[in-house]
């Protein structure tokens, strides 16, 4: 057997595997294909029980819409059913409503229909009572027109200088009631606040404590010998022309021993030449151009100085953040007089008394203080600027963005205004204060005089008026009247008019 297998060629072998590899091949698909027949047979046994539970559950499913649609038909339908209802209650309850208003209309209707007619006939009777009232005041002034032609006749009189004698008497009667009046109420106001006002002046005076300062506006200059002037006037004068021109001052050269005086307007330009006169002095060197470096030197000096007096000014009256121009210009006081006073002094001075007059009276004390400090800040500029030193510090103020009340303060202190605050009716006494207290300032004879006679001249000019004399340095006017002229009354009056004309 093995010998026969053995000469089996190969190709046969190739051939038999083949028909071996088919054969097999059919009997796989034969029995794959019972084995699906069968699974398929199963699955479509399965399919058709699903689908019976779900026809029998759609079927229930069905049944249960059915009898919950119902439900809820029959419930809607009653619901619906007692909307109909109560729509017909209201329907019925608005249908009484509206007849009952129906009912008050024709009521009403009828009322006004009565007070028509009763209106119609009080008209009539009003037209009637008119003309009989017109007829009334004819015949009225016919009788008046007679009594007054009788009247006229009897006393030689017109109607209209009746009149005006009846009208003068009534005047001059209420003139002397009101006069009588007005002069208790005036006593009894002047009384009590004149006390009043000197417990708080007093009072605020009692916490003040500050200098008499009284300064000379001449700035003199002192010369260690006469020969120095020679120096200072230098060849041909050609060291004075040059100290002249870059400080902008005139210097006096006279018979005065060992002085020399600085003449000019602007105070801050004599103190740099007086700082320059003696600093060349104790120098030696003079000749124009050390006059200018000196001059140049002295100058930022000054400004310093100003700067310096600003910042102590502030920190004097406890007024701070204020605009740094302001206080620039507020040194700039301290080389400025008002009849000797130093300016910046009598500023320093009335923001205290002012701080401590309001704080008395119970007033806003840093509008008062900063009022006071700021009240002549033009007077720094009046040299430069056009205009009174009120409005240069009022415009000041306005550029430098100060508050709205402290801006009336300064406009207000020299009455060029009408107050509006308390806190500058406070500035302006604390000014008045500051200026007028004994040693404060210096004022010329001349001017002293002058300013008597003009109020005598104002007083004498009234009518009445026999003599006047101006007392207490013009701060108060007494005036004798004739007594033939003027009566008490009038003379009341007659002061109010001269004080309003001063």
Do not use: W
């Not at 009631?177 to 208790?184: D, P, Q």
């Not at 200072?232 to 005139?250: D, K, L, S, Y």
């Not at 306005?398 to 060029?416: D, L, R, T």
């Amino acid at each position: 057997m093995e010998g026969i297998l053995l000469n089996v060629s190969p190709a046969i072998v190739s051939v038999i595997s083949v028909v071996l590899f088919i054969v097999g091949l059919g009997a796989g698909l034969l029995i794959y294909k019972f084995y699906s027949s069968k699974k398929l047979q199963k699955n479509k046994s399965n399919a058709i029980k699903i689908i019976e539970d779900a026809y029998a559950e759609a079927k229930t499913i069905k049944k249960e819409a059915i009898l919950e649609t119902k439900e809820q038909s029959q419930k809607l339908k009653d619901e619906v059913e007692q909307e109909v209802k109560e729509r017909r209650l209201e329907a019925v309850k608005l249908e009484e409503r509206l007849n009952q208003r129906e009912e008050h209309l024709e009521k009403k209707e009828l009322a006004l229909d009565k007070r028509s007619e009763q209106l119609e006939e009080g008209k009539k009777n009003l037209e009637v009572l008119r003309e009989n009232l017109d007829k009334l005041k004819q015949e009225e002034e016919q009788i008046k027109a007679q009594i007054l032609d009788e009247l006229e006749k009897v006393a030689k009189l017109s109607k209209q200088e009746a009149k005006d004698m009846l009208v003068a008497e009534m005047r001059n009667e209420a003139q002397k009631e009101a006069s009588v009046i007005v002069k208790k109420i005036e006593d009894d106001a002047r009384e009590e606040g004149e006390k009043k006002a000197r417990e708080i002046i007093g009072q605020a005076l009692q916490r003040c404590a500050t200098e008499t300062v009284s300064e000379m506006t001449v700035s003199v200059v002192a010369l260690p010998n006469d020969e120095m002037k020679g120096r200072i006037i230098g060849r041909e004068g050609r060291n004075i022309r040059a100290i002249e021109a870059v400080t902008g001052v005139e210097l006096i050269v006279d018979d005065t021993p060992e002085t020399i005086t600085i003449s000019g307007f602007d105070p801050i330009r004599r103190e740099v030449a007086r700082l320059s006169l003696e600093k060349l002095i104790s120098d030696g060197r003079i000749h124009p151009t050390r006059v200018e470096e000196i001059v140049e030197k002295m100058q930022k000096e000054v400004d310093k100085i100003i700067k310096q007096a600003g910042d102590d000014a502030c920190n004097e009256t406890g007024i701070f953040n204020l605009n740094p121009e302001l206080v620039k210009t507020l040194g700039r006081l301290k080389y400025r007089t008002s009849y000797g006073q130093n300016v910046l002094k009598h500023s320093i001075e009335t923001s205290i008394i002012a701080g401590l007059l309001a704080s008395e009276m119970g007033a806003n004390v840093k509008v008062a203080k900063r009022g006071g400090l700021l009240h002549d800040i033009g007077k720094a500029l009046d040299h430069e600027l056009e205009g009174t030193h009120v409005q240069i510090g009022v415009e000041l103020a306005k550029k430098c963005g100060e508050n709205e009340a402290v801006i009336h303060c300064i406009e207000a202190h020299h009455f060029n205004v009408e107050f509006k605050s308390i806190e500058a009716v406070i500035v302006q006494v604390a000014d008045a204060i500051s200026s007028s207290r004994p040693g404060a300032r210096r004022d010329s004879f001349e001017n002293y005089i002058k300013r008597l006679q003009q109020l005598e001249e104002i007083a004498n000019g009234f009518a009445g008026v026999d003599k006047s004399f101006a007392v207490q340095a013009g701060r108060e006017v007494r005036i004798i009247v004739k007594p033939e002229q003027i009566n008490d009354s009038q003379a009341m009056f007659m002061a109010k008019e001269i004080a309003a004309k001063i």
